[in-house]
């Protein structure tokens, strides 16, 4: 079984003195400056139906996540290890093409796994990045008055869902994936370039979108010590407030930075989409009041709940 | 659900200039030397039956596994995450007790972890470690002449689940967990200590007995290029030859030194169990000859058979 993922990894060559698969660990060079490193769990019947979506699409969006993780930091991601289970007869081959194809994308190394047979398909991908000399931006660095941006438009991945459900329910309405909504939920693009950035630039704290806006910005709050007032929401075309507001797996990077500051152009001039300003960060609020406010009420946390 | 790892992980103070719970990614200061790294899934039904052993010795178990593996390369574990997936309502507070008390164990810290519902119980432990000068020791090093050890006597972990299923069968014999044998199959210690000194000592070649000694000797032998005559099986008391060659989950160390190294000495001026002289390595057979020879004739591979 581990034959598989070797082989399927047997074109990459490992960097100088690296020792990759093959040995009771891989053997890497050290992080330049911190490391950084998470880990997150997909699960088939939790975080993924595979009446809805391919193999494929999960091996890609497993490493996704954990890209996003290492970019809301503003590190540098470098080394990935999977673990897996599937029932026998599960086409692993296609799982371990998307992580390939996210991997090289971002030019990290897959550089171990585990494989077990399972009741489900679960992939449990745990990531190595770097800070190299800039950063980590912590969840918990924001000051009053920052202002706080948003690297894209949200709610196209619950849309996506949605739209992916509602394919399944008619037959007769079969949903292409070339759609930017189902890609978005199928194939979401982890925002490694502008985290990275967004650090270089001095983002005082940073978190992704995963779980939705209202829930991130709040823990970004919570941890700051601060509360933020929403002024305006990026709605993706094809998403509504509501699913922008709550419907989480967006993966875009919410960020803050000290006022002044002229991310748009900075952004653009590194050939980067630019940034969109959704708020500003104030005094929190003294006993239970709301972290997250929008236009003057506490803002919608939305449907999206995690399963546990 | 995370909560409940960070509450349990909360007694724990991270090393300083370190981030561990409660953001994207864990901070971590830079490995010294080379960074190793592994991961290792354990998987009820699978790897472990709850109706054997509790969520406590999973819990450990899935920790022990990998730093046997960071042990196997002379390194030193440092940090762990881990992805969980349980049914709704299991004890999840006896798993991270488990783990701690693990990570406790080895001074290493668990620095993050993702939770989710599931089908059944599934962990995924990464673990990162380091070489700090010495090593890596990989399974390729060995060479014709090298005298092959192993840390301890095998086959009681493969007995101990003997006897667990066996008291299962009647339930008018209880097995006390008191029992070593029972022990060494749902508590395993990983040789970390031993592993180091190994290193240290100038092991050429090293690996774990997961798989049983004949299988894993084999993989040292072909990643070396030679063969191995096995001329003594050390057989742990209350098990036979039989499940010392083949049972697996020993999690004892085997290694290659130069010939004429006093390693027993040396590892007893340690304050370490002397290791055992299990054999030889000796010129690779030409064509398919076997890779493991035991009194003249090619070693019996043994019961276990890995899941997939």
């Given at each position: 079984?581990?034959?598989?993922?070797?082989?399927?990894?047997?074109?990459?060559?490992?960097?100088?003195?690296?020792?990759?698969?093959?040995?009771?660990?891989?053997?890497?060079?050290?992080?330049?400056?911190?490391?950084?490193?998470?880990?997150?769990?997909?699960?088939?019947?939790?975080?993924?139906?595979?009446?809805?979506?391919?193999?494929?699409?999960?091996?890609?969006?497993?490493?996704?996540?954990?890209?996003?993780?290492?970019?809301?930091?503003?590190?540098?991601?470098?080394?990935?290890?999977?673990?897996?289970?599937?029932?026998?007869?599960?086409?692993?081959?296609?799982?371990?093409?998307g992580?390939?194809?996210?991997?090289?994308?971002?030019?990290?190394?897959?550089?171990?796994?585990?494989?077990?047979?399972?009741?489900?398909?679960?992939?449990?991908?745990?990531?190595?990045?770097?800070?190299?000399?800039?950063?980590?931006?912590?969840?918990?660095?924001?000051s009053?008055?920052?202002?706080?941006?948003?690297?894209?438009?949200?709610?196209?991945?619950?849309?996506?869902?949605?739209?992916?459900?509602?394919?399944?329910?008619?037959?007769?309405?079969p949903?292409?994936?070339?759609?930017?909504?189902?890609?978005?939920?199928?194939?979401?693009?982890?925002?490694?370039?502008e985290?990275?950035?967004?650090?270089?630039?001095?983002?005082?704290?940073?978190?992704?979108?995963?779980d939705?806006?209202?829930?991130?910005?709040?823990?970004?709050?919570?941890?700051?010590?601060?509360?933020?007032?929403?002024?305006h929401?990026?709605?993706?075309?094809?998403?509504t407030?509501?699913?922008?507001?709550?419907?989480?797996?967006?993966?875009?990077?919410?960020?803050?930075?000290?006022?002044?500051?002229?991310?748009?152009?900075?952004?653009?001039?590194?050939?980067?989409?630019?940034?969109?300003?959704?708020?500003?960060c104030?005094?929190?609020?003294?006993?239970h009041?709301?972290?997250?406010?929008?236009?003057?009420?506490?803002?919608?946390?939305?449907?999206?709940?995690?399963?546990?």
């Amino acid at each position: 079984m581990l034959a598989r993922l070797r082989g399927a990894l047997s074109t990459r060559v490992p960097r100088r003195g690296e020792v990759h698969l093959g040995d009771d660990a891989a053997v890497l060079r050290p992080a330049r400056g911190k490391a950084l490193f998470a880990v997150d769990v997909l699960i088939e019947g939790v975080h993924f139906d595979l009446l809805l979506g391919s193999l494929e699409d999960v091996g890609w969006k497993s490493l996704e996540v954990n890209v996003s993780d290492i970019a809301a930091m503003g590190g540098i991601p470098t080394h990935a290890v999977c673990g897996v289970g599937a029932p026998p007869g599960t086409p692993l081959d296609d799982l371990f093409s998307g992580l390939m194809a996210s991997a090289d994308h971002h030019g990290l190394a897959l550089v171990g796994g585990d494989l077990s047979v399972g009741p489900a398909v679960f992939v449990s991908v745990a990531i190595l990045g770097e800070t190299a000399g800039t950063g980590p931006v912590l969840r918990s660095g924001a000051s009053v008055g920052d202002v706080v941006w948003c690297t894209g438009a949200l709610g196209s991945s619950a849309a996506g869902l949605a739209r992916l459900r509602a394919g399944r329910a008619e037959a007769s309405a079969p949903v292409s994936t070339g759609d930017p909504l189902v890609r978005a939920y199928l194939r979401p693009s982890a925002r490694a370039r502008e985290g990275r950035f967004a650090a270089e630039l001095g983002a005082t704290a940073m978190i992704d979108v995963s779980d939705g806006l209202v829930r991130d910005a709040g823990h970004l709050a919570a941890e700051s010590g601060v509360a933020i007032d929403l002024e305006h929401v990026p709605v993706a075309p094809g998403a509504t407030e509501e699913l922008a507001l709550g419907g989480g797996e967006d993966y875009e990077l919410v960020f803050s930075t000290p006022a002044g500051l002229d991310v748009e152009e900075a952004f653009a001039g590194e050939g980067l989409q630019r940034p969109i300003r959704i708020g500003r960060c104030r005094e929190a609020p003294e006993g239970h009041g709301a972290l997250v406010t929008l236009r003057g009420a506490p803002a919608p946390l939305g449907g999206w709940v995690h399963p546990l």
